[in-house]
């Protein structure tokens, strides 16, 4: 079976490997009391019930953002509540650089035929274009450079406003940065309530929640967040953050913890500097990273972009 969206290949005994843990995985779900249904499962049950009995009424057509992170199982699915099926009007809206989820699928594999159909938007109204220029930075480095042309594409984008360039703070320690951070976050300016904290694991979102709480701040976690205006700083994953967009944006701990794993793993560094892609690109305004000791691999390639200050 082809791995669309892979990089690194895998050897037969990884495969049967792999496989036997899927099987495994699988049997244990069935076989649970009541039985366990992941997210993927349920799809292709829901697309076995309607192949079963197939609706009465189908939509006259369907509009899916955030299209990259969408599954295979997901479009067949809704490909199966369309009139017309394959045929019929379905429009994907997506961004393959701020893909968050690993692995791959070709449209053309559902039936679905792209070609002299599809155009790509170059038009960005939200950041401005420093901001932009350190994302694309990013983008690029992870496309060619490093990782060849399955990477995080390169689509050239125009902007339509102009600000500050992303500012890069180096500290000598952990200490010092939060202290730096608790600086930041003035409770008299009148943006807090518009700036975002992110960071890229649950448990580091809850650990900078407690330092903005103990420098007396509201802290908002992005698990609460609707998207609607609220007081308190908005702290959260990379990947919740993923939809969302911040006047100020704050990206802490960017050392060589991040990628965690190993950094021979194509998979693994493409996926985590994608989340570092959407998190950057979450900030309509202002962008600030930081970091302790030696910088995070991907702050590399943005070096050109961004001020970098020894704090």
Same mark, same amino acid.
């Given at each position: 079976?082809?791995?669309?969206?892979?990089?690194?290949?895998?050897?037969?005994?990884?495969?049967?490997?792999?496989?036997?843990?899927?099987?495994?995985?699988?049997?244990?779900?069935? /076989?649970?009391?009541?039985?366990?249904?992941?997210? /993927?499962?349920?799809?292709?049950?829901?697309?076995?019930?309607?192949?079963?009995?197939?609706?009465?009424?189908?939509?006259?057509?369907?509009?899916?953002?955030?299209?990259?992170?969408?599954?295979?199982?997901?479009?067949?699915?809704?490909? $199966? &509540?369309?009139?017309?099926?394959?045929?019929?009007?379905?429009?994907?809206?997506?961004?393959?650089?701020? +893909?968050?989820?690993?692995?791959?699928? +070709? *449209?053309?594999?559902?039936?679905?035929?792209?070609?002299?159909?599809?155009?790509?938007?170059? &038009?960005?109204?939200?950041?401005?274009?420093?901001?932009?220029?350190?994302?694309?930075?990013?983008?690029?480095? *992870?496309?060619?450079?490093?990782?060849?042309?399955?990477?995080?594409? $390169?689509?050239?984008?125009?902007? &339509?406003?102009?600000?500050?360039?992303?500012?890069?703070?180096?500290?000598?320690?952990?200490?010092?940065?939060?202290?730096?951070?608790?600086?930041?976050?003035?409770?008299?300016?009148?943006?807090?309530?518009?700036?975002?904290?992110?960071?890229?694991?649950?448990?580091?979102?809850?650990?900078?929640?407690?330092?903005? +709480?103990?420098?007396? *701040?509201?802290?908002?976690?992005?698990?609460?967040?609707?998207?609607?205006?609220?007081?308190?700083?908005?702290?959260?994953?990379?990947?919740?953050?993923?939809?969302?967009?911040?006047?100020?944006?704050?990206?802490?701990?960017?050392?060589?913890?991040?990628?965690?794993?190993? $950094?021979?793993?194509?998979?693994?560094?493409?996926?985590?500097?994608? $989340?570092?892609?959407?998190?950057?690109?979450?900030? +309509?305004?202002?962008?600030? *990273?930081?970091?302790?000791?030696?910088?995070?691999?991907? &702050?590399?390639?943005?070096?050109?972009?961004?001020?970098?200050?020894?704090?």
């Amino acid at each position: 079976m082809t791995r669309h969206g892979r990089r690194m290949a895998m050897n037969t005994d990884d495969r049967r490997a792999s496989w036997t843990i899927y099987e495994t995985y699988m049997a244990m779900c069935r /076989e649970a009391v009541p039985p366990i249904v992941d997210h /993927e499962t349920l799809l292709r049950l829901a697309s076995r019930s309607l192949e079963a009995a197939p609706p009465s009424h189908r939509y006259d057509a369907i509009v899916v953002d955030e299209a990259q992170d969408i599954t295979e199982a997901g479009v067949r699915f809704l490909i $199966q &509540l369309l009139e017309g099926g394959t045929a019929g009007r379905l429009l994907l809206v997506g961004d393959g650089g701020q +893909r968050i989820y690993p692995g791959g699928y +070709r *449209l053309a594999d559902l039936g679905l035929d792209v070609r002299g159909r599809s155009s790509v938007l170059r &038009l960005c109204y939200r950041s401005t274009d420093e901001i932009m220029s350190a994302v694309g930075s990013l983008g690029r480095w *992870l496309s060619l450079e490093e990782y060849g042309e399955d990477g995080l594409g $390169q689509v050239e984008v125009s902007t &339509l406003r102009v600000g500050a360039k992303p500012q890069l703070r180096r500290f000598a320690s952990p200490e010092a940065e939060m202290i730096w951070l608790a600086e930041v976050l003035d409770p008299d300016d009148p943006d807090l309530d518009a700036t975002a904290v992110l960071a890229p694991t649950n448990a580091k979102v809850e650990a900078l929640a407690r330092r903005v +709480r103990d420098a007396g *701040l509201g802290a908002v976690l992005l698990t609460d967040y609707t998207g609607r205006a609220m007081p308190g700083v908005k702290v959260g994953t990379y990947n919740r953050a993923k939809g969302l967009e911040f006047k100020r944006v704050i990206l802490p701990g960017l050392d060589t913890s991040m990628p965690w794993g190993r $950094q021979e793993d194509i998979d693994n560094v493409l996926l985590q500097g994608g $989340q570092l892609y959407v998190a950057m690109s979450r900030a +309509r305004d202002e962008l600030l *990273l930081s970091h302790t000791g030696e910088p995070s691999l991907y &702050l590399e390639p943005l070096a050109p972009t961004i001020d970098a200050v020894d704090a």
